[in-house]
C-alpha cells in the first residue's frame, strides 16, 4: 500500500470477472491434485495394509519426493514464462519452451530407472536394513512420481496457455475413479 498507493475511491480496471473464471477451475484442480495425493495411504490401508507396511510405504514415499519437489518449482517459473511469452506474441519461442521441458522431463525416466534398480541399496542406506521392504515400493513409487512430474508440467502448460479449465477436466475424474 505504502509503495503502490492505489486508490481507495476509484474504479479500477483489474479484471475481476476474468480472474474468478481462473480461479474455480484452478481451485478444483488443487483440490483434484491434492486429494489424489494424499489417498494412496489411505487406499493402502483401507486395502488390508498393515501398520508396519503403511510406514514402509511412508519410508518410500518420502524417499521419492524430488520430482514433486522438482514440480512445485518449475510448474510457478513455467507458467510466467509461457505466459509472458504468449502475451507478447513468441508463440513460436512458447512452443519451443513447452518442447524443451516437456523433452527435460522425460529425459529424467532413466534417472527414475536408476533409482528404481538401485532402491535397495538407497532405502538401506538412508534408512538402514531393516526398511529393506521398502525397496520394491520405493521402485514403483518413483514412475508414480515421475508422471505426477508430467501431469504438473502438463497442467502448468495448459494453464499458462489459456486453458485453465482443461487440466481439472482431465485431472479431475481420477479421483473418484
Known sequence: ???????????????????????????????????????????FKILGGTAELAGMYSAAQNLSIVPGLLSASLSPVLQSSIGNLLKTGGNDSAMQVVGYVLRC????????????????????????AQY???????????????????ISTASAILIASGKPGWPFK???PTVPV
Open 1 to 43: 500500500r505504502r509503495y503502490i498507493r492505489p486508490s481507495l475511491r476509484l474504479p479500477n480496471s483489474f479484471p475481476l470477472r476474468q480472474l474468478i473464471l481462473y480461479s474455480i477451475p484452478l481451485s478444483f484442480l488443487a483440490m483434484s491434485m491434492h486429494a489424489y495425493g494424499k489417498m494412496d495411504l489411505i487406499l
Open 105 to 128: 522431463v522425460v529425459w529424467l525416466l532413466p534417472v527414475a530407472a536408476m533409482t528404481a534398480g538401485a532402491a535397495s541399496e538407497i532405502v538401506t542406506l538412508i534408512y538402514g
Open 170 to 172: 482431465i485431472i479431475g
Open 132 to 150: 529393506s521392504p521398502a525397496s520394491s515400493i520405493l521402485a514403483l513409487l518413483i514412475f508414480a512420481a515421475l508422471a505426477w512430474l508430467i
